[in-house]
């Protein structure tokens, strides 16, 4: 089966790159209900479109930062299509907010779900822990794979697992 072309791409656009678009409209975030509404919201319009919601954030002066993939990357037409799509829905829903972010996750790209960890396996990555374990929080090493429990690291005294409860944080390394 064909992967199917992604909205807005070229077939000879170039590297991709970290973008933000910015789009202020609106009040303060207050209108909004909880966050879950927000997430259920934006996830359903950037799946929509073909994206992966990969965060959202926000915060009380109003900000609605929304961070975006795609097998094939992000350029700042994905980013602007994500975006009018989004004020759009927001105007539709009723949802306040004062300025909206649309951006590529960047070469350091946060690992939050299960998923996340299984597409990148073989990528160097950065996991914080919540408590420490050994003496230390954060580990660097080599993402051999992971399952519905955690994650595997090639660290440099060999290989380790980390339950996805107590992981704080995970990042992908930029290796250059």
Known sequence: MAAAAKPGANCDDGPRAHFFIVFSIGSPLAGVGSCMDLMQVVETTVEG???ELVA????GAGLVRVFIDH??????DDCVLVSDQLSRVFTVENIDYERLEISSPGLDRPLRKPTHFA????SQVKLRLRVPRDGRKVFTGKLLGS???GVQVELETG?????FDTIDRANLVPEF
């Open 159 to 163: 290989p380790a697992v980390f339950a």
């Open 119 to 122: 597409r990148f396996a073989g």
């Open 49 to 51: 479109l073909e994206y």
């Open 56 to 59: 959202l954030e926000r915060n």
């Open 71 to 76: 097998a094939e990357g992000i350029n700042v």
């Open 147 to 149: 399952d519905d429990v």
